[in-house]
């Protein structure tokens, strides 16, 4: 059980609250559902920092919500020194996977002149710098790949082999999209099964990492842990058709996403991260 005592949940912006209790909502998060006057509450904290670390999550949800279905930040702030987020409850439901794939792509639409983002995020292991930048190669390699290599190699999960593999990955990235230009498009940003759900019988996309960028890197996430069938791919295709040679091109990009657990949960995603890396 929680920490958190009824003095703490009285200090909400919440009226008659009736009801709270820890929900699961992820390994970054405490989370509880909250119910007063009838309404059902989402609630996020994250314990001793300040309330703008919800800030990146708010202005993606904001940023994704205009154009498919998310929660709805109602109220951020601290108390007793812990930042919390409140979002509007969402009981799950089954759903169309084709729902979700034409969803997907109508964000992937949403295009930008420059890629990266409003704010950066701050993540257990690093800070992703999200500085505008006209470059998808130069935005990729040097605020994406190279920080998160940097702690992998402070954190001794890293060595030659993967480094010489790594460089060889980085100059094939270079030539390829040195003549094949990208579409800075809104992206989740960590698009696995876990961050979406079906409320209502419609998709909502949940705890966005959000970024303007090459949509193929939102697409490799999906098929790294699975959880996304045909139906979804071709649902996406019909709305916004893939780029031929798209197979050949995900490496690279779940490499970022399986390196991150490597810095993350260890040398148990050493043999995934090695299996991209061998490729080139």
Not at 121 to 129: E, F, I, P, Q, S
Request: hydrophobic residues 35%; contains cysteine.
């Amino acid at each position: 059980m929680s920490r958190l005592n009824h003095n703490w949940f009285s200090q909400l912006p919440i009226k008659n609250i009736d009801h709270y209790q820890p929900v699961s909502g992820g390994d970054i998060n405490e989370a509880y559902r909250l119910s007063a006057a009838g309404k059902q509450y989402f609630i996020k904290v994250q314990p001793h920092q300040p309330a703008s670390y919800f800030q990146h999550e708010i202005n993606g949800l904001k940023a994704i919500g205009k154009v498919t279905n998310t929660p709805t930040p109602l109220y951020n702030g601290v108390i007793d020194g812990d930042a919390y987020l409140v979002l509007n409850w969402l009981d799950e439901t089954s759903g169309s996977q084709a729902d979700l794939g034409r969803a997907v792509a109508k964000m992937h639409q949403q295009e930008n002149d420059c890629f990266g983002f409003v704010d950066n995020h701050h993540t257990k292991a690093l800070v992703k710098d999200n500085s505008w930048n006209k470059s998808w190669v130069d935005f990729y390699i040097n605020q994406r790949l190279q920080p998160e290599v940097k702690v992998a190699a402070e954190r001794g999960r890293w060595n030659r082999w993967r480094n010489d593999h790594f460089r060889q990955m980085v100059n094939q990235f270079q030539h390829y999209y040195a003549v094949h230009p990208v579409k800075a498009s809104l992206l989740h940003g960590d698009l696995w099964a876990g961050n979406f759900m079906f409320a209502h019988h419609q998709p909502y996309l949940i705890d966005p990492d959000a970024v303007y960028g090459d949509r193929e890197f939102d697409l490799a996430m999906t098929t790294v842990f699975g959880g996304f069938d045909q139906e979804f791919y071709q649902a996406y295709g019909a709305v916004y058709p893939f780029t031929p040679g798209i197979n050949d091109r995900l490496p690279w990009y779940r490499f970022y996403y399986l390196c991150m657990h490597l810095v993350l949960f260890g040398e148990s995603y050493g043999p995934s991260v090695d299996h991209i890396l061998e490729q080139y």
